[in-house]
C-alpha cells in the first residue's frame, strides 16, 4: 500500500515564476494517475487565460472567493468557499481572485500530462 499524508502545517509553498504572487503546494510529485495542487491566490492575482486540451480538471474553493472567465465569450463567474467547479477539457478559462483576502483552491487534473494548452490574451478586469 502507498500513500502520501500532506498535512497543513508541513507543506511547502512554491511561489509560481510569473510575478504572479501565486504560490503552489505540489502535490502532483507523489501521484501518478492524476495531478493536484493547492493554490494560493494573492488579492489582484489571476492565472493564464488557457485552454487545457488533454486534461479535465476540477477546481475547489478551500477558502476566499475565485473568479473564473468560462468559454468564449468569456462568462464570468464567482464562486464562494466549499465551490467546486468542474472544467471539460477544451474549455477556455481564466482564474482570478478579485477580492480583498487571500484565495486558496484545491485544484484536481486527471490525465497527468502537461504542456496540452492553449493560451489566450487575458480577459479584462
Known amino acids: 500500500m502507498a500513500f502520501t499524508i500532506f498535512r497543513q502545517d508541513d507543506v511547502e509553498w512554491i511561489p509560481r515564476d ?3 504572487g501565486r504560490t503552489v503546494a505540489r502535490l502532483s510529485d507523489s501521484m501518478t494517475q492524476s495531478r493536484a495542487n493547492i493554490w494560493r491566490y494573492p488579492p489582484g492575482a489571476r492565472g493564464k487565460r488557457h ?3 488533454a486534461q479535465e480538471e476540477v477546481f475547489v474553493v478551500l477558502d476566499g472567493e475565485l473568479t473564473v472567465d468560462l468559454g468564449e465569450p468569456p462568462e464570468r463567474h464567482a464562486l464562494e468557499r466549499g465551490s467546486v467547479l468542474v472544467v ?3 474549455t477556455i478559462l481564466q482564474l482570478r481572485n478579485a477580492g480583498d483576502e487571500e484565495l486558496v483552491l484545491f485544484i484536481y487534473g ?3 500530462e502537461q504542456g496540452g494548452a492553449d493560451f489566450f490574451d487575458d480577459v479584462p478586469y
Open 51 to 53: 485552454l487545457d486540451r
Open 110 to 112: 486527471a490525465p497527468p
Open 88 to 90: 471539460e477539457r477544451g
Open 18 to 20: 510569473d510575478e504572479s
